[in-house]
């Protein structure tokens, strides 16, 4: 199973920004499809953007359209998330994941492969 690690995350105040990275550990994330994701305490885990494995073309959940922006940088084995405006409701612990098609990123096929998560919150 591929190994994916997620870092970035913090404690950050209303209206900030944030980065989230993703890096893989033994394999190139060049060929994958990358989603993001977030789970609050006692609600479901919530798709939250997806990239191609080539990068061109990119989604987002309603809830962060437009404040979110998700990249990928092959040459560092590197997939973003950079979150600006958050909110409170933003807060959740977020987890990447990996596929090797893009049509991973349609949702209706779960990602192979997930990273441990890390932790975003929003306060003030």
């Known amino acids: 199973q591929l190994q994916l690690v997620e870092s970035g995350g913090g404690l950050v105040q209303p209206g900030g920004s944030l980065r989230l990275s993703c890096t893989a550990s033994?394999?190139?994330?060049?060929?994958?499809?990358i989603g993001w994701f977030r789970q609050a305490p006692g609600k479901e885990r919530e798709a939250v953007s997806c990239?191609?494995?080539?990068?061109?073309?990119?989604d987002y959940a309603v809830s962060v359209r437009g404040r979110f922006t998700i990249s990928r940088d092959n040459a560092q084995n590197t997939v973003y998330l950079q979150m600006n405006s958050l909110k409170p409701d933003d807060s959740a612990v977020y987890y990447c994941?990996?596929?090797?098609?893009?049509?991973?990123?349609?949702?209706?096929?779960?990602?192979?492969?997930w990273g441990r998560g890390t932790q975003v919150t929003v306060s003030s």
């Open positions: 990239i191609t494995s080539s990068g061109g073309s990119t």
């Open positions: 994941a990996a596929g090797d098609a893009d049509y991973y990123c349609s949702g209706i096929i779960p990602f192979p492969s």
């Open positions: 033994g394999f190139t994330l060049d060929g994958y499809a």
